[in-house]
């Protein structure tokens, strides 16, 4: 075989005789440095990517019937006159034949990064809508050494899953914002696996459904009282005119965060997937909110509102009597200081939302507040019982405990972007979740806090075998920025297999990452390394089986 053409992009080349190629023949050549498979048929001789787009295996190792190839390694099918994929997920390359005398002659030309990446972005989208991860994976991979944003890519599955959502983006929307904030701070590599764990999670809610129909904008509707009514069209119009009618950003932030603080919506959710939200939509651009704003207003509409039922109305009744404005004036107090505040608000004999107002007035301001909640919220987190994990009769656990370290997080990101009473209210309704997540405790016992011995160690490994112990002390050799990046490590390595898990892996590892450096504390980071490390018996089929034998003998509720 010898080469008869190189230009900058085009290797042209002999690769055989039409005499030595009967109809069936298949036979592997180099063009350049691409591998070639030169197949005749009775259509003629055609040249494919010897490499099957799925792993690479050799398509000449293959099967011929007809026109069609077969990579029989997983049975893919392509169709040699075209590479068109007939069965499987992608097409494979397809160049030209000339025949020159008895020659057959191919060439091949490389695509400049431009063409890459048009060619890309269909692939990725169907990619997306197939939930086809092998596909996503090795399009993300294609765009990203094409030059493409990591932000552009990791939007394709906004774009998808959004408007599919059955209630609006959830978790799958929060751990995509997550993913591209951690790809953001990454190069090369390193982006890859980020963004494909966030794409998955939006693929793989969004499979099969169709998307919402939006309505058209209309300013008219009063964003508050809509939410408060549920009405979907018209929390929708009201988004989308705001972005028709060039309004500032900041403020219909303003407007989410204060309608995610009317209510304790969704044990804490309500403000996460505001604070979420609005962080992609720094990431991408304001340009692109019309995909996701509208569909973020149907979640906090229909988010639970768990102020107005019965567990809640005490502390309700103490939180609506607050003075909501006179909390948000008051300024942190350099020297303040309350080393008995975190043991206060853990006590579990009552929601301690006087204790909170009391420090916040006392020269906590917000801002301390938080950072005693988010202390409060790891030391719980080092204190919860294992053995719980493992009652099938207890449906409280890892998932359910995480939740107040992530809200404390949201709420100070509001209160670093709009400070005010609604924000004031959002760090009350912070405190109750602390209070809720003592449920495991109340029930079974306050078991010792874990405490950890700094001792160089690799935290991968130590989360990967189940070592706790080995896990919390790595951390605590490390500085919080180093050790933080390495939990983020292991919650992307996808050890887990349900993706609602490695979304709060995900989750809980970057808010506490972030919770670390606000505080100035190991402990978020030890909590999030004993979460990461411990045993977790995730059990949704056989708790849902549980209660619905429950249910349907008794009429009753599952235990709180």
């Known amino acids: 075989m010898t080469s008869t053409n190189t230009s900058e992009r085009t290797t042209t080349a002999t690769v055989g005789s039409v005499s030595e190629f ?100 269909p692939s990725l989208r169907r990619g997306i809508e197939a939930n086809y991860i092998g596909q996503v994976s090795r ?59 966030g794409i998955s999670g939006l693929a793989e809610v969004a499979r099969d459904r169709k998307p919402h129909e939006l309505p058209s904008p209309d300013a008219s509707p ?7 009514e549920e009405d ?28 995610a603080s009317r209510h304790h919506l969704g044990y804490g959710h309500g403000i996460i997937y505001v604070q979420k939200t609005f962080e992609l939509l720094d990431h991408v651009g304001w340009d692109k909110a019309a995909d996701l704003l509208p569909h973020s207003a149907t979640a906090t509409a229909w988010e639970t509102r768990e102020d107005l039922l019965p567990y809640m ?122 209070f809720d997540s003592s449920r495991g405790e109340q029930r079974h016992g306050i078991e010792e806090e874990v405490v950890a011995t700094p001792e160089t160690g690799d935290i991968h490994n130590a989360i990967r075998f189940r070592d706790t112990q080995a896990a919390l002390n790595a951390v605590a050799a490390l500085d919080p920025s180093t050790a933080g990046d390495q939990l983020i490590d292991a919650a992307l390595a996808d050890q887990s297999g349900a993706f609602i898990v490695v979304a709060h892996q995900i989750k809980l590892s970057l808010a506490a990452k972030l919770e670390a450096e606000a505080t100035g504390s190991h402990l978020p980071l030890f909590a999030a390394a004993r979460y990461l490390a411990s045993p977790r018996n995730e059990r949704f089929v056989r708790r849902n089986v549980t209660e619905s034998l429950d249910f349907v003998r008794t009429g009753k509720p599952p235990q709180r």
Not at 97 to 121: K, Q
Not at 147 to 165: C, K, M, N, S, V
Not at 222 to 228: G, L, N, P, R
Not at 319 to 348: F, G, K, N, T
């Open 139 to 197: 399009d993300t991979a294609r765009l990203l050494n094409a030059g493409a944003r990591p932000q552009d890519i990791l939007w394709e599955g906004i774009r998808h899953g959004a408007p599919r959502a059955e209630w609006g983006p959830g978790h799958e929307m929060a751990m995509a914002a997550d993913c591209l904030t951690i790809g953001l701070e990454r190069s090369g590599d390193d982006q890859a696996l980020a963004l494909v764990q």
């Open 313 to 434: 109305r005490k502390a309700m009744r103490v939180i609506d009597a607050a003075h909501l404005d006179a909390m948000a004036r008051v300024e942190r107090s350099a020297v303040w200081e309350d080393p008995e505040l975190v043991d206060r608000l853990l006590d579990i004999e009552q929601p301690p939302i006087e204790v909170a107002i009391e420090a916040v007035m006392a020269g906590a301001g917000i801002a301390g507040l938080l950072d005693a909640l988010s202390i409060a919220s790891a030391r719980r987190m080092l204190r919860h019982s294992l053995e719980v994990e493992f009652l099938d009769d207890d449906s409280f656990g890892w998932l359910d405990i995480t939740h107040v370290m992530t809200m404390t997080n949201a709420v100070r990101w509001a209160w670093s972007v709009d400070p005010g009473p609604h924000v004031a209210r959002l760090a009350l309704f912070a405190t109750w979740l602390l």
């Open 222 to 228: 009063d964003f508050q009282q809509a939410v408060e």
């Open 232 to 259: 979907i069209d018209a929390v929708r119009a009201k988004a989308l005119a705001w972005i028709a009618d060039g309004v500032d950003p900041k403020l219909v932030r303003h407007e989410f965060i204060t309608a």
């Open 22 to 121: 009967a109809v069936g023949d298949m036979k592997m050549a180099k063009v350049g440095e691409r591998r070639i498979a030169v197949i005749r048929t009775q259509s003629g001789i055609h040249a494919l990517d010897n490499a099957c787009p799925h792993q690479g295996y050799g398509l000449v190792t293959g099967a011929l019937a007809d026109e069609m190839v077969v990579c029989q390694w997983h049975n893919w099918k392509f169709d040699v006159r075209t590479g068109q994929c007939t069965q499987g997920e992608e097409d494979v390359a397809c160049h030209p034949v000339t025949i020159d005398g008895d020659d057959i002659v191919v060439s091949v030309t490389e695509p400049t990064p431009e063409e890459t990446r048009s060619a890309t972005w």
